[in-house]
C-alpha cells in the first residue's frame, strides 16, 4: 500500500472536517447534502491536503456529486470557485458530447464517411482513408496519426488541418485497432464546422455550453486560434464540468432542460471500439486483456451483465480527472493542473484518485471503475 493511503488513513482517524477550504467558501453557503443526510469525505481531504503539500502544486479541488446533486465541494491552497484550469483529454467527453448532439439535431451522422466533408479524404476512392467515419474518429480506431504537426497548428483552421490529415499516412486498416490520440478528433471537429456551417467554438456553445451552463468554459489560448483541439484544447472549471457531469447523470437532462436525449447519452457512453487491440494508450489502459473499451470520447471503465455502460472517465494528462457511474448516479472531479516538463503529481496522482474511489465506495456504497496506473497522453 502506498504512502499517501497509509498517511490518509490516520487522517481519518483524526477526523479532518471537510468543507469549503482556504480559497474560501462558494457563492451560495455550505455545500448542499442530500435529503439532509451527512457524509464523511475526510480521506478524500486528508489526502488533497497532503498531496498538494507533497508536490507543492498551486492548488486543487475536488466535487462528488449524488443524483445528480453535489454533495461535496473543497478547494485548496488558491484554487477557488472561478479558477480556469486547462483540462487536456477531458475536453474528449465534453467534445464527444457535441458531437452526439449535432448527430440529434440531424446536422451529421456518426458514420458518415470523413470524405464527405473534407475532399482530401476522398480524393482516392480505393484508399483506406476513403472509409473513416466520425465514430472512428471519436473512438481512436481512425488509423490516423495520434499526433500530426502539420495538422496541430494553432495559426491555420481547422479544415485545413483536416486537409493535412487527409494526406497523412495510416498506421493501418481503420477501424482495427486503437491508437489514442488527438489528430482524429480534431478531423471530426472540422466535418462538424463543414457539416454545421459554424465554428467548433460555436457548435459547442450552442449544443453543450450554454444548455449545460458552461459559461467559463473556453477552447484554446485566449479563444484566438481558429484551429482549437477538441481532443485537449479545452479549459473550464469545477463547476462548469460538474455541470456536465449531472446531465451526463441526468441522462441528458438538467435543470429541467432537455440537452441529449436518453438515448443519446447512451450512445455517447457506449463501447464504440468493438473490443479491438489497444495500439496506443497509457501503461495503464494497456492490461488486462489488452483490448480498448471506449466511447463517443470517454473511457468505458466497467459495464453491466447487458453490455451497458456503468462507469465511465475521461482523465486528462495535467491531472483533471472526471468520472461517473449511471446505475448510481454518481461522479466525481479531481482537478489540478500540472504542466511543463517536470509534472510534479504524476507518480501519485493514481493514488490521489484511488483514495476519491475508495471514500466513494465507502461512504455512498458506489463502484467508480478502474484507476489508472499512469495519466492518459494527450
Same mark, same amino acid.
Given at each position: 500500500?502506498?504512502?499517501l493511503?497509509l ?42 491536503t ?7 502544486l ?14 461535496y465541494? %473543497?478547494?485548496?491552497g ?6 480556469v484550469v ?10 464527444g458530447?457535441?458531437?452526439?448532439a449535432l448527430?440529434?439535431?440531424?446536422k451529421?451522422d ?7 466533408y ?11 482513408r476513403?472509409?473513416i467515419?466520425?465514430r472512428q ?10 499526433n ?9 483552421t ?27 478528433m480534431?478531423?471530426a ?6 457539416a454545421?456551417?459554424?465554428?467548433w ?5 450552442d449544443?453543450?455550453g450554454?444548455?449545460?451552463?458552461m ?18 484544447g479545452?479549459s ?8 456536465f ?7 441528458g437532462?438538467i435543470?429541467?432542460v %432537455? ?5 443519446g447519452?447512451a450512445?455517447?457512453? %457506449? ?8 495500439g ?5 489502459? %494497456?492490461g488486462g486483456d ?17 453490455g ?12 483533471f480527472?472526471?468520472?461517473v ?18 509534472r510534479?503529481k504524476?507518480k ?6 484511488k483514495?476519491?474511489r ?10 467508480m ?6 495519466p492518459d497522453?494527450?
Amino acid at each position: 500500500m502506498s504512502t499517501l493511503v497509509l498517511a490518509v488513513l490516520g487522517a481519518c482517524l483524526a477526523q479532518v472536517p471537510s468543507g469549503p477550504g482556504p480559497g474560501g467558501t462558494p457563492p451560495g453557503g455550505a455545500v448542499p447534502t442530500v435529503n439532509g443526510e451527512g457524509y464523511d469525505f475526510s480521506a478524500i481531504d486528508g489526502a488533497a491536503t497532503q498531496y498538494l503539500a507533497k508536490t507543492g502544486l498551486p492548488g486543487a479541488a475536488v466535487m462528488v456529486l449524488d443524483g445528480g446533486k453535489v454533495v461535496y465541494e %473543497r478547494y485548496y491552497g488558491g484554487y477557488d470557485a472561478t479558477t480556469v484550469v486547462s483540462i487536456a483529454s477531458a475536453s474528449k467527453w465534453i467534445s464527444g458530447a457535441t458531437m452526439v448532439a449535432l448527430q440529434e439535431a440531424g446536422k451529421l451522422d456518426l458514420d458518415d464517411p470523413v470524405g464527405k466533408y473534407i475532399s482530401e479524404f476522398a480524393s482516392d476512392p480505393a484508399h483506406a482513408r476513403a472509409g473513416i467515419t466520425l465514430r472512428q474518429c471519436f473512438n481512436h480506431t481512425s488509423a490516423l496519426p495520434a499526433n500530426l504537426r502539420s495538422a496541430d497548428s494553432p495559426t491555420i483552421t481547422m479544415r485545413e488541418a483536416g486537409a493535412a490529415a487527409g494526406k497523412a499516412e495510416l498506421s493501418g486498416k481503420p477501424g482495427s485497432a486503437f491508437r489514442y490520440g488527438g489528430v482524429s478528433m480534431r478531423v471530426a471537429g472540422a466535418c462538424a464546422e463543414v457539416a454545421a456551417g459554424k465554428k467548433w467554438r460555436e457548435l459547442f456553445d450552442d449544443a453543450i455550453g450554454k444548455p449545460v451552463g458552461m459559461s467559463s468554459t473556453r477552447w484554446g489560448r485566449l479563444e484566438l486560434s481558429q484551429n482549437p483541439s477538441p481532443a485537449g484544447g479545452a479549459s473550464s472549471t469545477l463547476r462548469d464540468y460538474g455541470r456536465f457531469l449531472a446531465m451526463v447523470l441526468g441522462r441528458g437532462e438538467i435543470d429541467g432542460v %432537455r440537452v441529449l436525449s436518453e438515448a443519446g447519452v447512451a450512445e455517447l457512453l %457506449r463501447d464504440q471500439t468493438g473490443g479491438v487491440p489497444i495500439g496506443r494508450a497509457s501503461v495503464g489502459r %494497456r492490461g488486462g486483456d489488452g483490448k480498448a473499451s471506449y466511447g463517443v470520447g470517454c473511457w468505458v471503465e466497467g459495464k453491466d451483465e447487458q453490455g451497458e455502460t456503468v462507469t465511465a472517465s475521461s482523465p486528462g494528462a495535467f491531472g483533471f480527472v472526471p468520472a461517473v457511474n449511471m446505475e448510481r448516479g454518481v461522479g466525481f472531479i479531481w482537478m489540478i493542473e500540472d504542466k511543463g516538463r517536470n509534472r510534479k503529481k504524476a507518480k501519485d496522482l493514481p493514488d490521489m484518485v484511488k483514495v476519491i474511489r475508495e471514500t466513494i465506495k465507502a461512504q455512498l456504497g458506489t463502484e467508480m471503475g478502474a484507476t489508472p496506473a499512469s495519466p492518459d497522453p494527450e
